[in-house]
């Protein structure tokens, strides 16, 4: 069966921090990877997805980028993080198909 | 384009009450739509999808959803809450047939008292 794992689960950053989240799935081949990030009161909001390795999709300018060094890991950066940039992200994939599964989320408090 | 809205931040029920939980979409093409809970601190769990054969979706933990094209609905519904419900449900729908453009509302966070 798949399982996507994330980590941190937590992480506490100060202003102007570097940041570096990943995400790993196991069990499939070739997927479709994503990076959700949620802030309070505003749902879900796409910001990177990925159809193979070396090719990313921004879909909002923001102070993050994302990479897919292998298959199937996936990971959020930052070179100095803001404060805006709290929030709980979510990773998650998908194969063929429409059905999308999410992994446990980090929670991100900058300072 | 598509989008999807959820009336309501907040819904409180009862214990063994109805839970109904509002989703009207906007797509220019037939949709996929889709129920998602999510509990504190946790990633997103699918609780059910529509994907054009019956109107009418059951999913897990005895919710289902119908779609209505005449009213672009697809609400969320469980005849009697359980306080294990308690929860935030979003919805969300494509109109590509794949996930990557898969559009969120905004959520409901689902409350049962005693």
């Known amino acids: 069966s798949q399982t996507i794992h994330q980590w941190p689960a937590t992480l506490v950053q100060p202003v102007g921090s570097p940041l570096s989240l990943e995400c790993t799935v196991e069990?499939?081949?070739?997927?479709?990877l994503y990076w959700y990030r949620q802030a309070a009161g505003r749902g879900l909001q796409l910001l990177f997805y990925?159809?193979?390795?070396?090719?990313i999709s921004s879909e909002v300018p923001q102070n993050l980028s994302a990479s897919r060094p292998q298959d199937r890991q996936f990971i959020l950066s930052s070179k100095k993080l803001l404060l805006s940039d709290s929030g709980f992200y979510l990773c998650?994939?998908?194969?063929?198909?429409?059905?999308?599964?999410f992994g446990p989320g980090t929670r991100l408090t900058v300072l | 384009a598509q989008s999807v809205t959820q009336l309501g931040s907040h819904v409180s029920v009862s214990e063994g009450a109805l839970v109904l939980l509002r989703c009207n979409y906007s797509?220019?093409?037939?949709?996929?739509l889709f129920w998602y809970v999510q509990y504190p601190n946790q990633g997103l769990q699918l609780l059910l999808k529509?994907?054009?054969?019956?109107?009418l979706v059951k999913g897990i933990n005895g919710f289902e959803a119908e779609f209505k094209k005449s009213e672009t609905s697809f609400h969320l519904t469980k005849p009697s809450a359980h306080m294990s419900d308690a929860a935030e449900y979003f919805c969300?729908?494509?109109?590509?047939?794949?996930?990557?453009?898969?559009?969120f509302g905004t959520g409901t966070r689902l409350q049962v008292t005693l």
């Open positions: 990925s159809v193979g390795i070396g090719q």
């Open positions: 998650a994939w998908s194969g063929v198909g429409v059905k999308m599964f």
């Open positions: 969300a729908v494509t109109n590509t047939g794949t996930a990557s453009k898969l559009t």
């Open positions: 797509s220019s093409v037939p949709p996929y």
């Open positions: 529509y994907t054009s054969a019956a109107t």
């Open positions: 069990g499939t081949s070739n997927p479709n």
